[in-house]
């Protein structure tokens, strides 16, 4: 019988997603997490794995199809699977967070089923395909490529809990990797014999669509193709005004699609880079990935100076490109309307949050973050089950709209939004480094960012009109970025950091969006729950429980379709 943990390990799975219709198919998978023996680096280190393989395969599906995943637990600690992106619509239970499941035990299956409500793009080996009613705004690319960069550290996710309960900053990570293998050998004190790199192989003159993700854990990173442009096209489900780049800052959990014309004279092969962007240190060169692009009639491999990183001390360029990515309002969306046709700028606020965060500090001994000086603390009976069972007691609604005066805390503290309210957050940033900011459940529209504190003068600044919608947005350090976001969406969705030293000490909140005019309005209580905390009497042994999906008995053809886990590190929170 499982029992509250204080030390769990949180598997991110980046991607995007209601009642399900008869002509909608299902699609039935089994995952078996498991530790992995790995060398990405070129020194053996474990890792975690899909059904034994590091990375895995890219799941590729459609809108409206029906998706039923059984998880099994390989590990030797309690984990939770969360869906990075996918938009459970009125359906928190399977959003796989603290507030919304128990962790699956050690040995332990549970099975997930949700519908993809929308093309919301893609992330960490997701695909989710327009239906074919739905236009795509540009013409079809003679390839597919997905790209994940990350940073990668060799010490275990174990190992890392430890430091940052010790207030140790991850720091420069040791390498950058891309599709989860080592640097191409660039420079031998970089890049030792023997490591393994990516080669993508591609024709003269056509064009292909790279779909890039940041699926590391706490570092900003610049992509970029030697001698190539990248043609930005869509970013997290949202089609984008068609513009040119040399490169792209891509932070933690960010996803973007460029189109890529294979135009050059291939006289050689072509650097393909990511590298860190906004750490203070010079060995960040140490960290550089770099893989290989390859056309069929290349004359040689790839030489020269690596492509220039941009000037790492003019902070305003990353945020004037930021600024420069707009939502295409012409294009098609989801569903068969325009996306301009939904004029945010025209909708009142009804709620206003100036949410701040700051560096690591001591709350009553421990290494704590905190959000308007309030750290989480997750209960050991989530929210969802406490909400269901009306336990008195398990949390909160009184997450402050501004920081306080008064000593931070560590509390179980709710944002009480208003049903199809429409809500202004305004993130300001008081670290040192980059942040990253992820909303399960919804998108949201990037309206600003600046340096310096914002103000209520600050508004006349935001772009009303083609600000992009998307579910994850950086704020830098000593800035802030504001958002809207319409709470469409009832349940317990979770706010929270993507630099994951952040989240672990607590850098998050809930929203808790609820109908209390029709309460059929969310999911029931699925049938397989998993009971913890104050309700741990309830549960069955595993033996005793039934998973309804079927998925135990798949084909060959079903067991292709995997994520993409690259890494796997959230780790332990506090009681």
Known sequence: MPTSSSSFLFILLFCFSTAALASDPFVFYDWTVSYLTASPLGVKQKVIGINGQFPGPILNVTTNWNVVVNVKNGLDEPFLLTWNGIQHRKNSWQDGVLGTNCPIPAGWNWTYQFQLPKSCGWIWGIIINNREVIPVPFGMPDGDITIFISDWYSKSHKELRQDVEKGINLGVPDGILINGLGPYRFDGAVAPDGITYLKINVEPGKTYRLRVHNVGISTSLNFRIQNHNLLLVETEGSYTVQQNYTNMDVHVGQSYSFLVTMDQNASSDYYIVASPRFVNSSAWGSATGVAILHYSNSQGPASGPLPDLPNENDPYFSMNQARSIRWNVSAGAARPNPQGSFKYGQITVTDVYVILNRPPELIDGKWRTTLNGISYLPPSTPLML??????????????????????????????????????????????????????DGFAFFVVGMDFGVWTENSRVTYNKWDGVARCTTQVFPGAWTAILVSLDNAGNWNLRAENLDSWYLGQEVYLNVLNTENDTDEAPLPGNAIYCGLLSSLQTDQAQRVNFSGASSLSDGHRRILVMLLIAFIGTFFK
Request: proline content about 7%; glycine content about 6%.
């Open 386 to 439: 406490a909400q269901q069972f009306n336990i008195p007691g398990v949390y909160k609604l009184d997450f402050p709209n501004k920081l306080m005066n008064r000593p931070p805390k560590i509390d179980t503290s709710l944002i009480n939004g208003t049903y199809r309210g429409f809500m202004e957050i305004i993130f300001q940033n008081n670290d040192t480094t980059v942040q990253s900011y992820h909303l």
